[in-house]
């Protein structure tokens, strides 16, 4: 049989992080795949994540700037079959991109739809599917107009945030006046309303190929990342149980596989943040084109026995999944952070958690004395723990989170 031609896949990394630079290695070690980044800042050793080629841009954000670039390398290589990246805040500039230069991929409207909060409530709410009530603010007062009709609390972000980042939950007239004096909006620079759901929150991630979901994932939070956000002091865990094909998940699925649907994704990985709510009913937080953070990928992967970065490069750019991967585990990851300002001082409690869990434990990165405290809310480092039996993780993960204590000193 002879060998598929010689394919040349753009991958666009503004900054080599160390998740991102992982799925770089995954579509770099494709078969018959010439791999060019696209780079502000290039990773220290290229040619061992397989690319052949740097392209340099002052701004990885700007439609111009990647336009520019992408049609210097097709001037050098010719065609190019895929245009990808795993940064939620690319992917409507390449969508722009693919369209200007003949690129196959998502376009404009359905990355718009999985980054635009508030388009994506309104495509939601077409198809028939629950989510948050939501208003566009353009003034002061739009905001409290909005919470007129919804009540408190309710949560103001920029219409296109990713995760909790600039995030305020409005729960009195006083929080909404500093919310306000934040967030400013203007019909220049408007910002979102949304009313505050409440429930269990989880995460559902779908592996698509060909417009057809290929693989599903479910995970839990404890508690939800805005609430941690909110108490910086909470060490919060992330479970992606071993029972799937129960009736709630699979509820869950289906809306999962409805707003995909919606969008119009053909090819990709997305990751779904649900509510079920007290009533018994389920809504829809939001919806990304991207994998997901919190180690959620990592935790997949033990939960299924696959690397999620090569099927994710597969779908992308193979448009193939090599699957069935059954759900064998579970999994799940503690982040570590503690009370105060400055730097971490003192590390207490490891070596107790090392003899309650230490069998359990698969990956690892522990706070050090001396490390800045982190900015956001994963903390300074996290453990990751995996069994057979749900409860056996979920009870390792409480009971590290109770065991270790990290303090902080200076300012």
Not at 160 to 168: D, H, L, N
Not at 217 to 237: A, F, G, M, N
Not at 284 to 302: C, K, N, S, W, Y
Request: with cysteine.
């Amino acid at each position: 049989m002879p060998a598929s031609p010689l394919r040349t896949v753009v991958f666009v990394a503004p900054f080599p992080a160390d998740t991102t630079l992982r799925f770089c290695a995954a579509v770099g070690g494709l078969a018959n795949v010439r791999l060019i980044g696209v780079c502000q800042k290039p990773p220290p050793n290229p040619g061992a994540l397989g690319f052949q080629h740097i392209e340099l841009v002052n701004d990885a954000l700007d439609v111009d700037q990647l336009t520019d670039a992408v049609r210097r390398i097709q001037g050098v290589v010719g065609p190019i079959h895929r245009l990808v990246a795993v940064l939620e805040d690319l992917q409507v500039q390449l969508g722009h991109v693919r369209e200007r230069l003949g690129i196959e991929g998502p376009n404009v409207r359905t990355a718009s739809c999985f980054r635009d909060k508030a388009l994506m409530k309104d495509v939601l709410r077409g198809a028939g599917l629950p989510c948050a009530r939501h208003k566009m603010l353009h003034s002061e007062q739009d905001l409290w107009d909005f919470v007129e009709q919804v009540g408190f609390p309710v949560v103001v972000k920029p219409p296109a945030g990713a995760g909790c980042r600039s995030t305020w939950r409005v729960s009195d007239p006083q929080t909404l006046v500093e919310a306000l004096r934040d967030t400013r909006p203007s019909p220049a620079r408007p910002v979102l309303a949304e009313e505050f759901l409440t429930g269990a929150e989880h995460s559902l991630e779908t592996l698509v190929v060909n417009g057809i979901p290929r693989l599903w994932s479910v995970t839990r939070y404890y508690p939800s990342p805005l609430e941690v956000t909110e108490k910086d002091w909470i060490q919060w865990c992330v479970v992606a149980p071993r029972e799937r094909d129960i009736p709630l998940f699979e509820r869950a699925r289906d809306l999962s596989f409805a707003a995909i649907k919606a969008f119009g994704l053909r090819d990709g990985l997305t990751h779904m943040e649900w509510f079920h709510r007290p009533d018994g009913s389920l809504a829809i937080g939001e919806i990304a084109a991207r994998p997901p953070g919190a180690r959620i990928v990592q935790l997949t992967g033990i939960a299924h026995g696959c690397d999620l970065h090569v099927a994710w490069a597969r779908a992308v750019v193979d448009g193939a999944f090599d699957g069935p991967f059954p759900r064998q585990r579970a999994a799940g990851v503690a982040f570590l952070r503690g009370q105060g300002k400055g730097r971490v001082s003192k590390i207490e409690g490891l070596d107790e958690a090392q003899r309650k869990m230490g069998a359990l434990v698969v990956d690892r990165k522990l706070p050090e004395v001396g490390q800045p405290r982190a900015s956001g809310y994963e903390g300074e480092g996290w453990v990751v723990v995996s069994h057979d039996r749900t409860e056996v993780v979920r009870q390792a993960l409480f009971e590290l989170i109770t065991t270790v204590k990290v303090s902080y000193s200076g300012a």
